[in-house]
């Protein structure tokens, strides 16, 4: 492709997607040379046939637009003849090219056979980290104006912008990115590759200058880094106390709110306390529920730049979730830096496989893994490392990353010290950027893993718990464990292949060309042995001990059975020597690979890359096996130190031959005592802050999950800020039927059908489990109420996950969400994006699991009644995050159905009700009322907005 050529960018709006039996009703075409848009064409095309509703609603092209308009035979020959010899694109061209050569191929008129690109894969390389690849999204995140979506004549002429950038942007890339763009065995829809042929061309005719902010190391372009200066601090600065200080500091920037600043002032009165007791772990805590809207990470953030700043101390923030993460950050280097008199940072901190490493990226540069989806995710990583400070994975948006390859990608180097980008990786970055900055914003699971880290002892640094009622389950998941004996004698096997495996570069191979490469071979295969003749020895003897005598018949599926403690403690005992075996043949394999690769790193160029790219899959499959072994271990530490808070299982299961497989669960039962010996130790008395967070005013439940001292705890709450009273409504729907009931599933169908019926907006159906959403969907599509009034009907586990999902809220209207566990929190869809919750089912956890059952056993041994100690306050906070989920702003407005009628007719009911919002609107409505009232309150609303 040169100059002179000419694209034709085309598209198409039909009656359906299948070339078959779709009809065109527009066709548009943007004519590009030079860069620059010369031409455009457009027609409505008469179908001959009437146009389907959802395609007018998404369209905007009615019946009557196009009763006038031309035939495709019509026109067929003229836009024929101006395809003909240009470069065809289409945003998706294998839809718009074979659809018109179908339509060509009708009338007898010879099919295109045009050169033809595809900008959605192009634009999924180029600008690896857009929120989305839609036409609406790409054009919305390059700033390229779309006035009218899924319209042909504004769809062609936006991709026509969209191919400009296009163009733009692959040859302004690096000539060594370029290289490798086109070296790689890229799988791209008809020519679209030769773009990056193109611009390589063109650029080794015209060389231009490596860009100041990249550096080439080993063949690869990547962003310079160096470390930051240090924070400019001003230890004069003086804490704006009142309201006028405030407004001064916040100038035109920030608005004041009074909840607020009550807020940031609690703060910094709490720990500047003269006689503040810092050395009592849990003690002195300073516990904030600060309900949505109010600005609470700038709440707690400001306060804590000022101590951090007189202090010289860090802050550390935790948050539940990796999103939230980012937006703490942003929140902190943007809005917060922007006002303050000193400078402050905030960095985040996570775990090593979330960044890339370089040198296992360029080695995976140099193997073709036969997977087309592999070598599209290598380009989209050449383009980002022109780009990305963090090398973090969570600011790519790929589609579909396989869990084994991206872990592959962030395996460490085989001899660090050697590789060509030692002092360049991203996690050492992390380390380098935190070391300078006052705020480190870490997630729960981090923090309950490496909280000894995160400060000096003899100056500890704050800690803030954002939303802190997670943390415990953050810590429970991550505690639990499951030592799946199959797969690790799998792992042990799948090493021994790799060492010696015929017709491929293996290991065996490198020892010969290694010192002492003999002695090595014989050392792993004797360990190998030893692994594969111990470990199925030990998942016998744990059948043998615990499952022998079960009366239960295992069919299909799998059964668990749980463990007393005293029994698996004297299990250990008596294994002692064959776990003994077994952690000598790991250490053995580890000491083995350790002098492998000393006497490896100091052989240059000798190796190939696949011998090379074989070690590195050799390394991993070792680290799998050791992984195992660490988890049995963890599990006997388990029994030592948490004796009375652990809990373990056996899962037994039958494969396809009939043969039965054991996997050992277990972990931490609860957190009691967890967080004063691992946590709070290492940090100042900490600040405990979230939304919802206490499930009625007398419940210790929140003290004692968190290890807090009730008595010397400093406790706030603080006002709705929403106008709950005006702007929502909680319906209680009084003859539902009891969940428990068989005619249940049947009875939410026929509700929901009836609701969708009189209220056509976005809608968040809550339920509990994946199968109840499966059984109601089913009913939903046979009912077809989706059809019938216009509605997109989605659900988790069925239609797409959780993000695609989520991505359609907030893009549409008319959508209607069936969601479980996550979709009960973390989600905001403000004003339109969501007017309506329906909550299916009290969101009690299930009774049945065996961690449940200890739970309570281990409640009832402490003379306290699980319901009222454990289920129910997990059902309040549950409950009261579902509830959050409806108004985000102060101008939304939003109902709330509770379709489970123990809310009105169980004794804890009462409880439910009194932790709802304090002014929200309740109303005990039968069923057939509940889609008229909800009729009534959203026109009394959209009345308000007019």
């Not at 009912?783 to 009907?793: D, F, R």
Request: hydrophobic letters at 40%; one cysteine or more.
């Amino acid at each position: 492709m040169q100059k002179k050529d000419i694209y034709a960018v085309v598209d198409l709006e039909t009656t359906q997607t299948s070339q078959e039996e779709g009809h065109i009703i527009q066709i548009a075409i943007a004519f590009v040379q030079n860069k620059t848009i010369i031409n455009q064409f457009s027609t409505l095309i008469n179908p001959g046939i009437k146009i389907p509703r959802h395609i007018t609603q998404l369209t905007g092209i009615t019946n009557g637009m196009v009763k006038n308009a031309p035939y495709f035979e019509e026109v067929a020959q003229t836009i024929h003849a101006m395809l003909q010899g240009t470069v065809f694109v289409a945003h998706n061209v294998n839809f718009d090219l074979p659809f018109l050569n179908t339509e060509f191929t009708r009338l007898g008129i010879t099919p295109l056979d045009s050169v033809a690109l595809d900008t959605v894969p192009l634009s999924q390389i180029l600008w690896p980290t857009a929120p989305g690849y839609r036409l609406i999204d790409i054009a919305k995140f390059l700033g390229i104006l779309h006035e009218h979506p899924h319209q042909a004549d504004s769809d062609a002429a936006t991709t026509a912008e969209l191919l400009i950038s296009i163009l733009n942007r692959a040859q302004a890339l690096p000539m060594v990115t370029l290289q490798l763009l086109t070296n790689l065995p890229l799988v791209l829809p008809r020519e679209s590759k030769q773009v990056f042929a193109d611009a390589l061309k063109l650029n080794q005719d015209n060389p231009q200058a490596l860009a100041d902010y990249l550096e080439v190391i080993d063949g690869l372009a990547i962003r310079r880094f160096s470390a930051p200066a240090p924070l400019v601090q001003d230890k004069q600065a003086i804490y704006p106390a009142k309201a006028n200080q405030k407004k001064a500091l916040f100038g035109s920037r920030l608005t004041y709110r009074e909840q607020q600043a009550k807020l940031m002032n609690f703060v910094e009165h709490h720990y500047n306390q003269d006689d503040l007791v810092i050395n009592v772990a849990g003690s002195n805590a300073l516990v904030m529920e600060a309900p949505t809207g109010m600005g609470k990470t700038l709440g707690y953030a400001l306060p804590y730049a000022y101590l951090a700043n007189q202090h010289e101390k860090q802050v550390v923030i935790s948050v539940p979730t990796l999103n939230l993460q980012q937006q703490v950050v942003d929140t902190i280097n943007d809005q917060l830096n922007s006002i303050l008199p000193f400078e402050t940072r905030a960095v985040s901190l996570k775990g090593r496989t979330h960044y890339l490493n370089l040198q296992s990226f360029r080695r995976a540069l140099k193997v073709d893994e036969g997977s087309a989806a592999l070598q599209f995710i290598k380009a989209q990583i050449l383009v980002w490392l022109t780009e990305t400070l963090t090398g973090d994975f969570d600011e790519l948006n790929l589609l579909n990353p396989q869990a084994a390859f991206m872990d592959k990608l962030s395996q460490t180097a085989n001899n660090p010290i050697g590789s060509a980008f030692y002092g360049h990786e991203f996690n050492e970055r992390q380390h380098v950027l935190a070391h300078e900055a006052q705020f480190l914003v870490v997630n729960h699971a981090y923090l309950a893993s490496y909280a000894h880290r995160l400060g000096p002892q003899d100056n500890q640094p704050y800690l803030v718990i954002d939303e802190p009622q997670h943390l415990p389950d953050a810590v429970i998941h991550q505690s639990r464990r499951k030592l799946d004996f199959k797969r690790w004698l799998n792992d042990v096997n799948q090493a021994e292949f790799i060492f010696s495996r015929p017709d491929e570069a293996n290991v065996q191979d490198i020892l010969t060309r290694i010192p002492g490469g003999r002695k090595l071979k014989n050392r792993f295969i004797e360990s190998f042995h030893q692994l594969a003749a111990e470990i199925p020895q030990l998942e016998t003897k744990l059948f043998r001990r615990f499952l022998l005598n079960q009366k239960e018949v295992l069919g299909n599926g799998q059964h668990d059975y749980a463990l007393e403690l005293p029994e698996l403690a004297q299990f250990w005992v008596e294994q002692e020597g064959r776990v003994a075996k077994i952690h000598q043949g790991i250490l053995d394999l580890q000491a083995c690979l350790s002098d492998f690769l000393d006497e490896f790193s100091q052989l240059k160029n000798v190796f190939s890359i696949e011998e090379r790219q074989a070690l590195a899959d050799y390394r991993r499959s070792l680290n799998l096996i050791s992984e195992s072994e660490k988890k049995l271990t963890l599990f006997q530490q388990d029994l030592v130190e948490f004796p009375n808070t652990s809990v373990f299982w056996l899962t037994q299961s039958l494969d396809q031959e009939g043969q039965q497989h054991l996997q050992l669960s277990g972990g931490l039962l609860h957190t009691i005592d967890y967080f004063n010996s691992r946590v709070y130790p290492h940090f100042m008395p900490v600040t405990l802050i979230g939304a919802t967070l206490f499930t009625s005013n007398k419940s210790s439940y929140l003290y004692d999950r968190l290890n807090i001292d009730r008595d010397s705890a400093e406790v706030h709450t603080f006002d709705d800020v929403f106008d709950y009273a005006n702007q929502s409504e909680f319906i209680l729907v009084k003859d539902a039927v009891d969940p428990n009931d068989t005619g249940y599933v049947s009875y939410l169908a026929q509700q929901i059908d009836d609701i969708l019926s009189h209220v056509q907006e976005n809608t968040l159906i809550l339920f509990n489990s994946l199968e109840t959403i499966q059984q109601v969907y089913q009913q939903l599509q046979r009912s077809n109420v989706g059809y019938k009034n216009n509605l997109t009907i989605l659900a988790q586990g069925i239609t797409g996950t959780k993000g695609r999902i989520l991505k359609r809220m907030q893009n549409e209207q008319r959508i209607v969400v069936l969601g479980a566990n996550s979709f009960w929190e973390g989600i905001d869809l403000p004003n339109d994006k969501l007017r309506l919750v329906i909550i299916t089912r009290l969101p009690f956890e299930q009774p049945n699991s065996i961690p449940q059952k200890a739970e309570e056993a281990f409640l009832k041994a402490q003379g306290k009644q699980p319901f009222y100690q454990s289920t129910l306050p997990k059902a309040v906070l549950r409950l009261r995050q579902g509830v959050g989920r409806l108004i985000r702003t102060p101008e939304d407005y939003g109902a709330i159905v509770m379709l489970d009628v123990r809310m009105l007719e169980k004794s804890y009911g009462k409880t439910l009700q009194h932790m709802l919002p304090k002014t929200m609107p309740q109303k005990t409505l039968d069923s057939k009322s509940v889609g008229s009232e909800l009729v009534k309150f959203l026109k009394k609303q959209q009345s308000h907005e007019t």
